[in-house]
Every structure is written in C-alpha cells, then in structure tokens.
C-alpha cells in the first residue's frame, strides 16, 4: 500500500519558475523524504525532514512538514530544465526503516 | 564511495520463465531493500534485509518470488515462473542505522520485461 500521496500527478512549468508538490500521507512518521527520479535511472535522495522539524532548505529546495495535516510540500527555486524528472515523497514511519513512497509528481520544466 | 550496483540493466523473457537480479549494497549499509516499480506508479517495497535476516516480506509474492542476502553483503531476487504482471523496474536499496540523516541509495535498477 501506499502511504504518500502526491498533488499535482503532473506540473509543466517554464524554466525559472518556482515549482511546488505536496505531499498527503495516513499514518505517524519518523521522517520524511523526498526523492528525484529521472527517465529509466533510479531514484536519488534529495532531502530529509524530521518529524520535529517544520521546514528545511537545500540549495534551491525547501521543504515544509505540517505533522498535524499529515502534509509536506516540496518547493523548487528558480528551476532548470535539467530538474525535469519524477519526484516521489517517501515516510518513514520508524519501523525498521521501511520507506513507504507515494505515486509521484512528473515535473517538466520548459526552456 | 561506490554506490549500489545492480545487474542486468535491462531483461527480456517470456512468461513462465525464470529471471535473477543481483545487487551489491553500499559497503558497510547493513539494511538492503528491494523495490519493484511499476510503470507511472511509485516503488513498492518487496522485501528489507537487516544483515542476512528477513525484517519485512510482507509483500512479496512468496509463491513466485524469492530472494536472498547471503553473508550480509550481495543480494539475488529470483522469479520463477514469470507473469506478465512482473513487468517492472526491480530497485535495489540500501541504508546504514545513520538513514535518520542520510536517506537511502538506490541502484540503477533492472527494467523487466515479460511477454
């Protein structure tokens, strides 16, 4: 089953565009973390927050956790069109690390 | 450091036929995980290893699929017989007790295609 949920299923966007994806899961977590996939490769981690934690930025990213929605959004600054790829949200809910991944969000961005 | 190394790339076999996909983990991740991806949805975990131990296969269709963490180190995921269904990016995964701050590594993963 799948625990995250993520909102829009697809965005198209122009390059240096900002482009924002929530993220809805179901049960308590440990953390959250979200993960870029492009064409036919695997998936790579972009980054984590904690349960604690409320926002958190890396480089162009910022994430926010609302733990009493049960939400996270991810926030891309000034994209390129080399951040065109799926992007998934992940939970960890604590229990022997098992990561549980939503359907994604296909994001294209134009140049 | 190398990252999780997957073989084959890319299978292609016919239903009813057996197939293998082996996975070497990040040296010293002692948490190794199997994914299969379906297209247009998201990994769905098959099966997690702590060391050579099972932690979790409640999903994984145990009358076809198997696998195994011999020593702790490399993994195989075996289908036998295949089904059309089990056409997918199988992912291999791996995690250290540090994932509270460092995510998880995927390998490239092995595309499978059953016709």
């Known amino acids: 089953s799948q625990q995250g949920e993520e909102d829009p299923q697809a965005l198209s966007i122009q390059e240096g565009e900002n482009a924002t994806m929530n993220c809805s899961y179901k049960?308590?977590?440990?953390?959250l973390q979200w993960y870029r996939q492009n064409s036919g490769r695997g998936l790579v981690h972009l980054i984590l927050i904690r349960s604690n934690e409320r926002e958190k930025h890396s480089g162009r990213l910022r994430v926010t956790l609302d733990t009493s929605k049960k939400s996270s959004s991810l926030l891309i600054t000034a994209s390129r069109a080399a951040d065109t790829a799926s992007y998934f949200c992940?939970?960890?809910?604590?229990?022997?690390?098992?990561?549980?991944f939503g359907a994604g969000t296909i994001l294209r961005v134009k140049s | 450091e190398a990252g999780v190394a997957q073989s084959p790339r890319y299978k292609i076999i016919e239903k009813r036929q057996s197939v293998a996909f082996w996975c070497n983990p990040i040296s010293g991740h002692a948490t190794l995980y199997w994914y299969q991806q379906i297209l247009g949805q998201g990994p769905k975990l098959l099966i997690q290893f702590q060391n050579n131990g099972v932690v979790d296969d409640s999903q994984l269709p145990k009358d076809r699929f198997s696998a195994e963490r011999l020593k702790g180190v490399d993994s195989t995921l075996k289908i036998q017989p295949a089904k059309l269904e089990d056409s997918a990016v199988y992912l291999c995964a791996s995690s250290s007790l540090r994932t509270g701050t460092y995510g998880y590594t995927f390998g490239s993963g092995t595309r499978l295609t059953v016709v």
């Open positions: 049960t308590s977590i440990n953390n």
């Open positions: 992940a939970t960890d809910a604590g229990y022997g690390n098992k990561l549980v």
